[in-house]
Structures are given as structure tokens and as C-alpha cells.
């Protein structure tokens, strides 16, 4: 097995201005946050982005003008609204659209599994989703019955970036077995070409190998993991710790002006040199500890 | 006869909806009013179908099948989703979503930004798509509740810029233009079923599927209903009254299920 | 939820001669013997039976002479050599085969577990595989890119017959952590149309839902549960107890012949009015003890 | 010079053909000498490989992604797959059908009953498929590996029998008619790479794809292999030798890698 255990900066080095980038997590779980701030430090644009519910990954990139387009199923702040920045981005027509509902999305991620241009669907018909994307959705005849089915292209994307609970040097990522599961993280790393894994934390693999159904992401997989405590903050890590409501407050509350998103990412972003920094810059040890919510497990 | 909220007079009247062994899909909703109409309401519901008519009714809820109904999370941060007891929590969200195309959901509860006289609706742009007026959410899975489920009851407040002639963007295709158009789109049985309102219920009319008015909110008029909407509905000769719920149900809901009012609370 | 616990007789009765049936399990590891030794006594016939690795138990409807066809990807007797009964049966004609490959039985389960006709794959260009069963396995053109796919049918079953670890009497059937996953037992499960389990326990539903992500069967999926310990013996249930070597190696000695074939199923199946009485028959409490691979868990 | 069997000789060739980071795929094999063939060699092939020139080589065994090859099983009931630690176990086969069709795959080690000029295989059906003189046990992923890894590696005793003009049935195709007929079907790069045999190893000729003497084993002569063959391969100029195992090699597998003699038993 190869040691893939890197630095965020090495890690995200080859992903460059123009970049297609699959964000995993989903709602407030797990959106690849260090990852992303790091992308935005480094100066990146014109990525083009998807997600599934894409929530503070998407609108920080959003923030910092650095989307040029966006597929997938949802971007919102959940209980929080509308996702400011990027509602922003799209309305002004810096940000291009095309949006996938859940089945879509899946079975993008699958073909791109699969290694097939396409798979099959038919939840589309009459939807101004399909009607607004000859590109991605077509209609075709099945060869068995004739009926009308839709096709949709596989999501290939350059990079996938997720973060995920625990794992090993090898990039063997492990899930806890009571956890939320609302999301396509396993799906899109089967997914992806280039896969980057920040993780809560490093464990030893022989830990890894005595429960081998719980590696998630096998480290076969992975092309550099990263140890990123805190790497889904101000959104939870299920299990963990929640997410941080002064935080996703503040950021949200901010937002409602490009001048306060700017500000924003002044303080938070590009105000701080690395990862370390930005936890001091929330409130440290002392705040973090408010969001634990693990059973003493 | 016992007083009762239009939060309590939905949630009754949802339960009735509610049949054995139906399975039903419930949002992970937002906050506010928001929430109460997509997570609060629909989990009172079924829960109160559970306990009086329906004990096989079943909740898919985030990714959680069957969560415990009768240990409603006091609040809703992510580790409450987390903790949350279920019979079951498949691996990842394409589970839930073979299941819909597999058409194994009954019910389904929605809200929209903007619902037309056919049914569709949209969650994803007010304005041109291109460059909305306000960019909305998306789809998330939404489409596939019109295409696949069942039975699709929206639960929307009565809003003149919420009901309107024509939504600016179909998300989700309920009975498109009427009539057969649905059909003739490629889309199986289905689509909305009922809308749930705070003053009243409509459903759909059998021959040219225009909304039509079901029934009136006890003490709201067949006028207060026209002019909180966009376009007007088919109406019938008689409009009974949305039935009240009776006190037993009241009882249940208010000591059992949601004592701390979390659920009905906005 | 509905109680769906009920007895081997009540929940395999609506299975009768010219059923189609997907039989769970692979290679030796969860066969539903008991379930389909129950079948063979109550006498159905011209079954359409698929598999994935099918061993024992479709091996045991082959020597009843219970199948009029057989789909899937193998059917041997893992280390003890091909299947007598089942080679017998197609060799002279009783038996008609299709055969899938794995990649091509995976997307016939999806294809259901999706409502869809189809799904597509390239595996088997140039395959006799295709060339044999163009209704079944049908080339088309890519809507998007114009290449050549190979399309193939879904795998749609009158019933789904499936042995797992333990369930809760609404159905909802649960795996261990550690356990051997080679099998498509929840693909199976996700394409059923009515679909039968037998478990090696029951337990409380409150154990179940404290880990719902361990419960690979929902219950919601499921028209009946029955406990059924030893419910694949001779073979094995992984984490439980391993193949019964002795028991192996007579079925096959015997299945030689015909005659042979036979008198196993007189003494095991026929022979005995129910699971408890074949358990004694093999050997009883002191022989499945040897079999006991459960470490103190 | 040490002497060696001709399985230690080829478990040592074979773990020069693994090169660093690729993944082999190992198949469940049966008993005896089959064992030793699908299973055996192979593992000892990769591990030899691991210690030696490519620590990130990692096989695919059973559903098992890169099970520990330092603690092989002693026996191989159920339960020894079951323990077998290992860096992942994914939820269902699926996940290696799709790492299949990904072309994931660097090498697989396959066998067959039937082997033909072309480097197609039959492990379906002897004679006539719908009437077979000898039903075999139907495909497995042996379609798979012929049609997306990219080198996979036949392990067969040479026998008349199994390597044949033409396969009874196409279970796997290989290079077809050979030339630019595996192309022309719409099969990617790769197929057949190596026959490894008891006496020689063959490759197929880059033009016709015909299946292509490459070396003969210590002591084998060329009449010896051709008498074993149902088909003439293509036969170079000069025939090397096949290049025979060093003593650190050798060490090693009888050592560490296969001390009690389970691998390569027979």
C-alpha cells in the first residue's frame, strides 16, 4: 500500500483555475470546508462545481467569485435560507446553472462509476429541467419496449473533494456504524478520477482492518487524504460535533451584501494563513468544544 | 365543541389521508413556518394515523426509514438527525431514490415557491431561468415526487404570488397543461393529489385536472379563498367544510405526540 | 409497522409450480436451504429460479427436478466441484440456461431495484453470452456519444427468497459489522417483488433501530420473516457457522446419480416434515456445535 | 543453482510481471490443483511483488480490497474468508463490477476449460450450450476481465483439451478471430496477455493475436508443449528460457510467504 497522507497544500495543488471539482457532503454534513477556504486562498476560478445539497462549500465559492458553473441537486444554507453568495452569483449571471434532480444526480454519479456515458432515468418528462438541457438529458427509446426513457450523462469532473470521519495513511476511509447517511459521499468517490480526502483524523490502519466494511472510500481510491480536525466547520461532522450557529449565523447574516461576503472572507479566509489558524480565529479549543456531541464513544 | 389552530385542523385532516401501510415521504424542511409546513405538520400526521387508523404507516424522513414517531427530536440541529432511533438507514441517498423511481412511496408532503392551476411547481427560479429575479434552491428530489409517488399532498399558506396562472419554471410536472397532457408527457399515474392550504383544500378536477376547490377552512369564505389566489380555481356547486377534527384526535395531538409544541408551533 | 413474523409453511405458500424466484446467498455463504427444502416438499415445479453464485439450494431444486430454467452468473458447488444435480438437469434438457455476467446480473437487479426496463453495460461484445440471448441482451447506440452498448433486461421475479443474520418480527433484517459481503443479497432485496425472508434470529425491534444502519433489509421491503436457525445448512452463514464438510460431501457423493440424488432428498428432505427434524436428522445440537464460528459475540 | 518446483517458478515469473500500484484481481477458487492455480500462485505471485519491486500492488480477492497477504489463511472455509483482515469490504459486488467497468483493473488471474488460439475462454459449456456434453458453472466475472483489465493472466496447466483451435462456447471474449477483430466487436484495449502454464509462457503476436510461444520452463522443450496444445502458436526464431526464481526469491516464498505449503501445495 502506498502512504497517500499529505498537506492540504500539496493535496490541492493540482487543482487549477478552470478546474471541474464534485464537493462531497450534504446539507450541513461534511461540505469539505478547510478544503474549500484552502482552494480560495490559493486564488482559484472559474471552477466548475457539483454537488448534491450543496450548502457552505459551494456558497464560500460563491463568495470568493470563484464558480463558473454549478450542477447538482440543491444549494441552500438548509434551516439558514437561501444560500446568499450564490443566489447572488446566479442572478447576476455570473454563475451558470443546470440543475439535476435526486434520481438525475444519481445516476450521473453512477455512469461516471461505471465507467458508461450515460445512465437511464424517467423522471424528467414534462420538467423544465430537461427542456432547459439537451446537453445533459435526452430522451431515447428503450430496446426492449419503445417506451420513452431519459439519458443522462455521467458527472465527470476533474476532482472530487470530501471529507469524511477517520482513516488510515493508505486513504482507507471508515464511517462509524450509527451515522447520518443522507448523502452521495461513497457514490461520488466511486465516482471520481482525482480524489482528495480531508478526514477528522488519522488512525492506525490495523485499526482499519479489523472492521473492512466500514472503509467507505477504500484508499485504493484516493489520490492524497488529509488530517483536517474541524474540516467541515461552521457545518457538523455527524457524530462528531454540530454545526456552529454563531458561526453559520454570522457568515449568513454577512452575506446579505457583497461587502459583508467580502468582509467575510477577509477575516476567515484570507485574513487567516492555514487551517490551525482559522480554528484559533473561531473561538479555539473553547468554542469548538460546545459543538462535541459524541457519547463518550 | 372544542376550539382548535389551522395548524391542529391540518394535521387531523392530513391523518385521514393517511391509509395502513401507506409510506410517506417527509422533507427535512427549514425553519419557522417553513419547517411546520414541511416537517412539523406531515410528522404530526402520521403519527396520529399510526395511533388511530393506520399502525403500518411508515415515515422516510432524510435518509432515515420509519424513524421512531413517538420520540419527536426536541430540536432539529444535525445531531438530532444523527441520534434519531429508525428501522433502518440505508448507505446512501440512492437508496431513497430507487425506492421512488421503484414507486414505492404512497405519500409525499411538498411546498413550493410558486404551484400553478395544473399542479406544477416550482422550487428552482422566480423570473427567467437564465437570470432569475431570485435563484431558489434547485430540485433536490422533488420531481420525482410528482413523477413517482402516489399520492402528493402540498401543504402551502395561500399566497397570491405563491398560486399562480403559470409557474416560471416547472420543477416538478404535476398535470402539466390538463387534461391528458401529463399522460402524453411520458409521466405514469400520479402527480399532486391534494393541496392543503390555511384556508382551505383542493384537489384536482377528474376531466381537465385544474385545481379545484375541496373544501373550506371552518369560518374562511369561498371569497377570502379567491382573492389570496392568482388564478381561480374550479369551483363547485356546494363547498362543504373541511371537516374539524374532534376532540379525541385534538387530545392526542396536544398530550401525545406534540406536548412541547415543536411540531404545530408557528 | 405490520408484524410479518410467521412460520416457513404460511410464508412460502403463495410460491407455486411456474413461479419465478431469485434465490439469495453466494457460493456457500447463505443459500436459503431450510426455505427451499420447504418448496421441494410441498412439490412446486417448472420454477424459473435466478442466482448469482448458487450452490446448495438451487442445486437442491435441480435434483427435485423443480426448474424449468435457470438465470444468473454460476452455479457450482464452490470447492466441491460443479453442481451434479443442476449440470444433470441442463445436460438432458430439463434445464434451460441464460447466463449473465456479473456486471450484466448486477444491472438486471438494478434495472428493477429502479422501476426500469434496463440498464446498460459493454461487458459482453464478442461473448457468446449475447450472441445466445438476444432477448435478454440487446445492442444500441449511446444517445449522447453514438458508441455501441449492450442493453440489458431487468430481473424481474414473482418472489425474492433471501437467509440473513437476524431480523425484528416487522422485517427489517440486520447484518454484522464484520461479516463476508461477496453477494447481492441487498440488491436482490432492493429489486424484489414480494420478497420472503428467513433469518437465523429474531430479535427486538428496539436493538434494531438503535443501529438502522446495519439493517440492510428495511422491513418495509419485506412480506414475511421467519426464524429459521441453521437456515442454510449445509452451507454456511458467515459470522455464524461455517459449511458442514460432512454433510457437503455426502450431498455431492450422492449426487452422482440419480439414484443417489434421490435417496439424499428421501432421508433429508422428504424424509423429514420440517426444519427441526432435518436439524436432528444431521446431527443435532452437538453436531452444529462444531460448526460455531462465533467468537463469544 | 537452488532448485525449485515449476509453481514456485511460476509464482516468482508472475511477481515480475506486477508492477507497483496495480490491482490484481484473484479469484475464490476451488480445490487441489485448481486451488493452487486460481489462488495459490497468485497470491504468492502478489505478495512476492509487494516485498520485493511494488509495495503498492493490492489485490481484490473475494470482496475482500486488499486483504493482509502477511497472514494468509490457514484453510479456506467460509470463515477464514469471513476474518481475513482487510482494507475494505464493500457493501455488495456491485462496487467491484463497477471497478471492473471502470477499468480499475491492472491484472487478473484467470483460468478456464478451454482456451483457444485467440485467447477466448469457456467456462460455460462443453459441446453444444443448449445441450452441453458438460455443463460448467457459467461466467462469473470472466467476461469482465477479459473486457476491461488491462493485462489480465491466464494460469492453465497445458493439456490438448483446454487449449483448443476454437472454444466450444465465447464465455470471455479474448482477441476473437484475432487482427483488429476484438476492436471491430467494440471491446477496449486489453484482453488476453500472458498464458502462464505448467511449461511455457505465451503472449499473443501484436499483429494476428494469434497466442504466441514466449518462453519455454527449465528443461521443457518446444515438441513437449506443442504435443500438449489442440492448436500450433506462433513460434519465434529463438525461444527463450523462462527466466527461473533466484535464491532470495525462493527464500521468501518458502519462508515468509507460503511456509506451511498452502499455496502452492500441489
Avoid at chain 2, 385532516?13 to 395502513?20: G, K, M, P
Avoid at chain 2, 399510526?50 to 427530536?73: C, F, K, T
Avoid at chain 2, 413517482?148 to 396562472?165: A, C, G, W, Y
Amino acid at each position: 500500500m502506498k502512504d497517500k497522507l499529505t498537506t492540504l497544500e500539496k493535496a490541492l495543488a493540482p487543482v487549477i483555475s478552470g478546474s471541474s471539482l464534485m464537493l462531497g457532503g450534504s446539507l450541513l454534513r461534511r461540505p469539505p470546508n478547510a478544503a474549500v477556504r484552502h482552494l480560495i486562498r490559493s486564488g482559484v476560478r472559474d471552477l466548475t462545481v457539483m454537488s448534491w445539497a450543496g450548502t457552505t462549500a459551494v456558497d464560500l465559492l460563491a463568495a470568493a467569485d470563484a464558480i463558473r458553473r454549478w450542477e447538482g441537486i440543491y444549494v441552500g444554507m438548509f434551516n439558514y435560507g437561501l444560500a446568499p453568495n450564490f443566489r447572488r452569483g446566479v442572478e447576476n449571471g455570473r454563475i451558470e446553472v443546470r440543475d439535476f434532480s435526486e434520481t438525475a444526480m444519481v445516476a450521473r454519479l453512477r455512469a461516471a462509476a461505471q465507467g458508461l456515458p450515460f445512465l437511464p432515468i424517467r423522471t424528467l418528462f414534462g420538467s423544465d429541467i430537461a427542456r432547459v438541457n439537451p446537453e445533459q438529458i435526452r430522451s431515447f427509446s428503450c430496446p426492449f419496449t419503445g417506451e420513452t426513457l431519459q439519458a443522462i450523462a455521467a458527472a465527470e469532473t476533474d476532482f472530487t473533494l470530501i471529507h469524511g470521519y477517520a482513516g488510515d495513511k493508505y486513504g482507507n476511509v471508515q464511517w462509524p456504524v450509527v451515522r447520518d447517511t443522507d448523502d452521495m459521499d461513497q457514490p461520488m468517490a466511486a465516482a471520481a478520477k482525482r480524489l482528495i480526502v480531508t478526514v477528522e483524523k488519522i488512525i492506525p490502519h490495523e485499526e482499519v482492518r479489523k472492521q473492512p466494511s466500514l472503509t467507505y472510500i477504500p484508499g485504493n481510491w484516493v489520490e492524497a487524504i488529509v488530517e483536517v480536525p474541524f474540516g467541515a466547520h461552521p457545518a457538523a461532522c455527524d457524530t462528531l460535533y454540530d454545526e456552529d450557529d454563531r458561526q453559520m449565523s454570522d457568515y449568513v447574516a454577512r452575506s446579505r451584501t457583497v461587502e459583508g461576503a467580502e468582509s467575510y472572507l477577509a477575516e476567515f479566509v484570507h485574513g487567516v494563513p492555514d487551517h490551525t489558524t482559522y480554528l484559533e480565529k473561531v473561538g479555539g479549543a473553547a468554542a469548538l468544544a460546545t459543538l462535541d456531541v459524541r457519547m463518550g464513544d | 365543541m372544542t376550539s382548535f389552530s389551522t395548524n391542529e385542523l391540518i394535521a387531523a385532516y392530513l391523518s385521514r389521508q393517511i391509509r395502513d401501510d401507506d409510506l410517506c415521504f417527509v422533507g427535512v424542511g427549514t425553519n419557522g413556518r417553513a419547517f411546520t409546513l414541511a416537517v412539523g405538520i406531515p410528522l404530526a400526521a402520521v403519527r396520529l394515523a399510526q395511533m388511530r387508523h393506520a399502525p403500518g404507516a411508515a415515515v422516510y424522513w432524510g435518509n432515515l426509514l420509519e424513524p421512531d414517531l413517538s420520540v419527536i427530536p426536541e430540536s432539529f440541529t444535525q445531531d438530532a438527525f444523527t441520534r434519531w432511533e429508525a428501522a433502518a438507514c440505508p448507505p446512501d441517498t440512492g437508496t431513497k431514490c430507487d425506492m421512488l423511481a421503484r414507486r414505492r412511496f404512497d405519500v409525499s408532503f411538498n411546498s413550493a415557491a410558486q404551484l400553478d392551476r395544473f399542479g406544477n411547481m416550482n422550487i428552482t427560479a422566480i423570473g427567467d431561468y437564465r437570470a432569475p429575479k431570485v435563484r431558489l434552491v434547485g430540485s433536490l428530489a422533488q420531481p420525482e415526487h410528482f413523477a413517482f409517488v402516489r399520492r402528493p399532498i402540498l401543504l402551502m399558506d395561500l399566497d397570491k404570488r405563491s398560486f399562480v396562472e403559470r409557474v416560471d419554471f416547472i420543477t416538478s410536472a404535476g398535470h402539466l397543461s390538463g387534461g391528458d397532457s401529463r399522460r402524453q408527457a411520458g409521466l405514469g399515474e400520479g402527480g399532486p393529489h391534494l393541496v392543503v392550504t390555511d384556508k382551505a383544500v383542493f384537489d384536482f378536477a377528474e376531466d381537465t385536472r385544474a385545481m379545484r376547490l375541496r373544501s373550506l377552512h371552518p369560518g374562511v369564505t369561498r371569497d377570502e379563498v379567491l382573492s389570496s389566489m392568482g388564478f381561480e380555481p374550479v369551483i363547485p356547486d356546494t363547498i362543504p367544510e373541511t371537516t374539524a377534527p374532534n376532540a379525541e384526535e385534538l387530545t392526542t395531538i396536544r398530550k401525545t405526540i406534540d406536548p412541547n409544541r415543536i411540531l404545530l408551533k408557528v
